[in-house]
């Protein structure tokens, strides 16, 4: 009871000063980590949301736009409009619940994420991001705290679909991507419609670079790097971009028992080598990036026939869209040499299906990470392989990304599971990013 009167204390002695203007002493910025997230809390209100789509294997299945979808999401408009916040659905399907600031020119600073599952997927995917916000309003109701800018929580439409509300936000919600049947059976124009919202007014939504101050996103890792480096907060350095090729190799299919060894233009000879240099050249460099040959077929087929042709895949990620083409050159490079040594012709075709690499923005990075070690807590950079609403809201608006431990590294399966200590962990650090941001610390 004294500690918790002497952190109310010391925060309203902050309030003062903030509402005076004037700048923090280092002292008082150290004392603010007096606001916490409460992690049972968040991990009572994510068991409860589960029970919205519960799947009977275990898991959730939450397809956006369905039955459960929809109850979902009135149970997270009931806990927003508990927690004060001014709830509406925007003409995408969006959630949006606003606490008003002391500034109302300013623009908002927005965080959330998504509740949408894949098929059986887990609870915690998304979910952590928007309970994690809600979090924050109660801890600053809870203390008292009036922000400069207006904050917003969103929850963004169908993610698992093709993040269908954060591309809205930028406008690049297209007529074909609103065609697109959903897992929930409906097309996406109709499952916004169903929950809410205006495929014809999608115009209304845009918002622009300057409209809002900052983006936020707390999610799980879904990968099992924080927990191999005994990191309890990731600092996110950007979602990766990703590029696809087809790649055809053109030998010739003779006799396999009649065409002596120094005669052959086996294409499959060549596709094993392609590979092997893919791996190399991949690795060959310091960095995260990625490379994969994950499909390869070879014709005409037959034990007793020379492959003549081969078709095979080729996907590469990275932070960096220059060191992807660098990357792509050196294997193009590799596959001029074994043209050359096999008596084949390889060609590249580049997929449609590429995401360009999003950067989070460098200020926030530092802002994270500087906040997470004041808290305590140990840090690591990392990429995102995994997209995320973040991804289109970098594009429009400096955009910050904050992961925490998934246990086992295990994601979109109904084994997800987040320690609730790295729940309060997370959101104790959104809640201090936003802090720094309302108070200036994005010039
Ligand atoms: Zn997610």
């Known amino acids: 009871m004294g500690v918790r009167a002497f952190h109310i204390g010391s925060v309203l002695v902050l309030v003062a000063l903030m509402e005076w203007g004037g700048a923090l002493s280092p002292v008082l910025q150290a004392q603010t980590p007096a606001l916490r997230a409460d992690g049972a809390r968040m991990q009572e209100r994510i068991l409860r949301l589960a029970e919205f789509g519960r799947d009977p294997r275990g898991g959730v299945s939450r397809l956006a736009f369905s039955e459960a979808d929809r109850q979902g999401r009135a149970y997270i408009i009931a806990l927003m409009r508990q927690a004060g916040l001014t709830v509406r659905v925007d003409p995408a399907g969006n959630i949006i619940g ?48 009036t922000t400069r800018h207006p904050l917003e929580v969103i929850v963004f439409a169908d993610e698992e679909g093709g993040l269908v509300g954060s591309r809205a936000l930028i406008g690049a919600l297209t007529p074909e991507a609103l065609a697109v049947v959903s897992h929930s059976g409906m097309t996406v124009r109709e499952g916004i419609r169903a929950i809410g919202g205006d495929p014809d007014r999608l115009a209304e939504v845009v918002r622009r670079p300057g409209e809002i101050a900052a983006f936020l996103e707390l999610h799980i890792e879904q990968g099992g790097t924080l927990e191999a480096e005994g990191a309890q907060i990731g600092v996110v350095e950007g979602i990766v971009g990703i590029r696809w090729w087809d790649v055809v190799i053109e030998g010739f299919a003779n006799h ?119 808290l305590g807590l140990r840090t690591l950079f990392l990429p995102s392989g995994a997209g995320h609403d973040a991804q289109n809201m970098a594009r429009m608006a400096p955009t910050g990304m904050i992961f925490v431990p998934s246990v086992g590294g295990i994601s979109h399966s109904p084994q997800e599971y987040t320690r609730p200590e790295d729940l309060a962990n997370g959101a104790t650090v959104l809640l201090h990013t936003i802090l720094k941001i309302d108070r200036g610390a994005l010039p």
């Open 98 to 145: 606003r606490r008003e600031g002391r500034e109302p020119h300013l623009p908002p600073i927005v965080f959330g994420s998504h509740i949408d599952s894949v098929p059986n997927g887990g609870r915690y995917d998304g979910v952590v991001g928007v309970i994690g916000a809600i979090e924050c309003i109660e801890v600053l109701n809870a203390h008292g705290v």
């Open 256 to 374: 396999a028992g009649t065409t002596p060894m120094n005669q052959r233009r086996d294409a499959l000879v060549a596709a094993a080598e392609l590979i092997l240099a893919v791996n190399r050249v991949v690795t060959s460099v310091p960095g995260r990036q990625v490379g994969t040959v994950g499909r390869i077929t070879a014709e005409p087929g037959a034990p007793n026939v020379i492959p003549g042709r081969v078709r095979m895949s080729l996907e590469l990620r990275d932070l960096s869209a220059e060191k992807i083409e660098q990357l792509f050159e050196r294997i193009r490079e590799e596959a001029r040499a074994i043209e050359a040594r096999r008596g084949v012709t390889i060609t590249f075709t580049p997929i449609d299906a590429t995401a360009v690499p999003a950067p989070t923005d460098e200020r926030l990075r530092r802002l994270i990470a500087e906040t997470a070690r004041e």
